[in-house]
């Protein structure tokens, strides 16, 4: 009885926890994507995630290889999408860039990361 209540238990416990990673709004594509080439500047960086955003409290910035913002700091989750965040871009020049993500889940759990992309001739 004892071993059916532990198996119980360890499955329960193991269900919590792939609920819980699944919790979290977690990068699912972007465009560009992520460490691509792109012959022309982008007219913004689009990120596309895994749970619904806060809108209030998830950012995205373009840096370029010096580690300045060259977006124009509009970024926005898409009320029809809220899955969507995007921001606008300026004419890049070609060089790497950097698209830097903090984004906080409808369900309160934040995550971040980054990815570059490159623009060339």
Request: contains cysteine; glycine residues 4%; charged residues 20%.
């Amino acid at each position: 009885m004892m071993k059916a209540v532990t198996c119980v238990f360890a499955s329960l416990l193991t269900m919590a926890a792939a609920f819980e990673a699944g919790a979290h709004a977690f990068l699912d594509h972007a465009t560009p994507a992520v460490g691509s080439v792109i012959h022309a500047s982008p007219a913004q960086v689009r990120l596309w995630f895994t749970q619904e955003l806060e809108p209030a409290f998830s950012t995205v910035q373009v840096q370029d290889r010096d580690g300045r913002r060259v977006d124009k700091q509009d970024n926005s989750v898409d009320r029809a999408n809220p899955v969507l965040m995007q921001v606008t871009l300026p004419q890049l020049s070609p060089g790497r860039y950097r698209v830097v993500w903090r984004v906080l889940s409808v369900d309160t759990h934040v995550t971040e990361g980054d990815f570059t992309f490159d623009v060339v001739p």
